[in-house]
């Protein structure tokens, strides 16, 4: 029991370092990222502080497992670099207690990482894709300066504004240019707002109380009809909309649904918690380092070993996306694999392993100058 409050201690030090630094990086890359959107246009610039903590929170649960395996590598290593391991030996802790103490860990880590990711993540998810897609529907607005034209959908769409109002929400005396594959036609308005369709995801221009001339330029023909709501289509929606998309829909939803992309999430969902235990059984074994091989002499196997796990966990995910995969044996491969490389190390590195190895070797050996 005293070992393993002394090793819970030094983990959960290590893993809110770990997790900082982890989080720190997430959020600079996705708020550099952000900005550029911003400066060009494409966003809504006030709204980047909301929409970068709601990414967060649906994406966190991503950053626990590494965390966790960093943190037991570290942790471990570090009683090993001095000496703790073997003082803890000849006090009679062996490395089965040790093993059981880092697995006994890992399971209120595995379980938050279920909470995040089965429960927590969903709704951030769809509440973070709401936003964003608030943030692309003002952004043109946003930008718009009065008395300035402005193109839309790649020149198709001219529109011009004498002002706005609402926090440049509605636009105030209204002019637009629409160009289409047969004609050509302008519309006039009091004021117009953004709506974006729920369904498609499409994005309309709906202008109130004006009038629509449509004719050929330079003649006397022309039909003009007068509206109280007229919408234009202004961008066609290049992602789902936030309802369709597979980060949001409660993981409720997404047992015994046919899909092969629902069934991918819903075992990428339970991969994550399972990974962490995983995880801490990987960072065990790599975290064997002698005294003289520095603080960090395990750090760089243990970056190759995860993301080589990340990366088999990645592809199985894709497989299951494509059909190639069935839903039913899900991720556990990937989890399979590296566990039982673990087992056969962990086996290697016992002393009645090692004593079968030397045997194996002396053997081959001897066959050898036969």
Known sequence: MIVRRYLQREVAGAFAGVLAVLVLVWVSHRFVRYLGLAAAGQLAGEMLFQLVGLKLAANVSLLLPPAL??????????????????????????????????????VPYALAAA???????????????????????????????????????GGDRVLFAEGARDGGKTLVGV??????AHDLYILAAETAFQRRDGETGDRFLVLLDGHRYQGEPGSLDYVVTSYREHAVRIEDSHRSPASQRV???????????????RQAELQWRIALPVSCVVLAVLALLLAR??????????????????????????????????GRVPAVLGLWPAHAVPLALALVVAA?????????????????????RS
Do not use: C, H, K, M
Request: aromatic share 8%; charged share 15%.
């Open 69 to 106: 395996f960093f943190a037991v590598l570290l942790a471990v290593g570090r009683l090993y670099r001095d000496s703790e391991v073997t003082a803890l030996a000849a006090a009679g802790v062996g490395p089965g207690t040790l093993a059981r103490a880092v697995l006994g860990l890992s």
């Open 115 to 153: 909470a995040l990711t089965l429960f927590l993540a969903p709704p951030a998810a769809r509440v973070a894709d709401e936003v964003e897609g608030r943030a692309e529907d003002r952004a043109d607005f946003s930008n718009l300066l009065a008395g300035r034209f402005r193109d839309l959908s």
């Open 247 to 261: 980060q949001g829909i409660p993981t409720s939803t997404l047992f015994g649904a046919a899909s092969p992309g």
């Open 289 to 322: 380092t002698s005294p003289r091989q520095g603080r960090y002499g395990g750090l760089f196997n243990g970056v190759l070993v995860y993301f080589l796990y990340s990366n088999l966990l990645g592809a199985g995910r894709g497989l299951i996306e494509q």
């Open 175 to 180: 002019f637009a240019q629409v160009r289409t």
């Open 348 to 368: 290697a590195q016992s002393p009645r392993g090692a004593s079968l190895l030397a045997a194996l070797r002396a053997r081959v050996r001897a066959g050898g």
